[in-house]
């Protein structure tokens, strides 16, 4: 089991069975099949959603004090082995500003797996999940993997929302995973993502399975109709990791 996973949140399986292993920049993974599905990250302003995020991908580098503030959305991709699969997650990094609606059917569209970040020692940020869920049922699929994540773990003397609170929250919507990170002290983050894997990793194996079962692909297979949250093209398509101007705040 990856490091404190049980201790970190209210869901728990056993990581290591999956033999997850971070694509190295210098690999070579041309002759691989890659399956790449849309992440977005989202939640008020400062709760710490690009920490989260750069520590994930940039874990190698020291720890950023400050980081400024997103304006419109950013792109990051990391790539692992699990068992025998090669799995992208295509991360969107947003903004706090709920209230940008130009854009939000595009940051939503295709959304295989939804992190909505919370401060644990704001509690306005835990109540504006509901805001942020909001935007995601009118904007995604109903499939798509919800993951809430208290931030900040760090400020635990702080604290304003108790982990119970963050369980019972996850327990009562039926949502698929809750956990409390903190970026500052690299506590929890690449748990979180790597059961985000995990999860994206037995959805494609579902998918497997009906398109082997029923002839029918495409009444059972969802991910073909255009409607549905995979992701179909591929990562080159969108690795960009500058803000897209359509979302930028005047």
Not at 30 to 59: C, F, H, M, R, W
Not at 61 to 84: C, L, Q
Not at 105 to 132: G, H
Not at 200 to 208: A, C, F, G, Q
Request: glycine share 4%.
């Amino acid at each position: 089991m990856e490091n404190n996973e049980k201790e970190g949140n209210n869901n728990i399986i056993d990581l290591s069975k999956y033999n997850i292993v971070k694509v190295e920049k210098d690999e070579d993974i041309s002759n691989l099949e890659e399956i790449t599905y849309k992440v977005i990250v989202i939640g008020d302003p400062a709760v710490g959603k690009s920490s989260i995020i750069q520590n994930l991908v940039n874990e190698s580098e020291p720890i950023k004090e400050v980081y400024k503030s997103t304006i419109g959305f950013d792109i990051f991709n990391y790539s692992a082995h699990i068992n025998e699969k090669l799995i992208t997650m295509q991360i969107w990094d947003t903004c706090g500003l709920i209230d940008f609606s130009t854009c939000t059917p595009k940051l939503y569209n295709n959304v295989s797996l939804a992190i909505i970040v919370y401060e644990i020692d704001k509690k306005n940020t835990f109540d504006n999940i509901q805001n942020w869920l909001n935007l995601l049922k009118l904007n995604s699929s109903a499939e798509t993997i919800v993951f809430i994540v208290g931030n900040k773990l760090d400020l635990e003397e702080f604290r304003k929302v108790s982990k119970e609170e963050g369980e019972k929250y996850v327990k009562d919507n039926e949502f698929k995973f809750f956990t409390e990170t903190s970026a500052k002290d690299r506590k929890y983050v690449k748990e979180m993502f790597h059961r985000g894997l995990v999860e994206l990793y037995e959805l494609n194996s579902i998918y497997k399975k009906n398109r082997e079962d029923d002839d029918e692909e495409e009444r059972i297979d969802f991910t073909k109709r255009r409607d549905t949250f995979k992701l179909n093209k591929k990562k080159n398509d969108y690795e960009k990791n500058n803000s897209n101007s359509c979302c930028i705040i005047y």
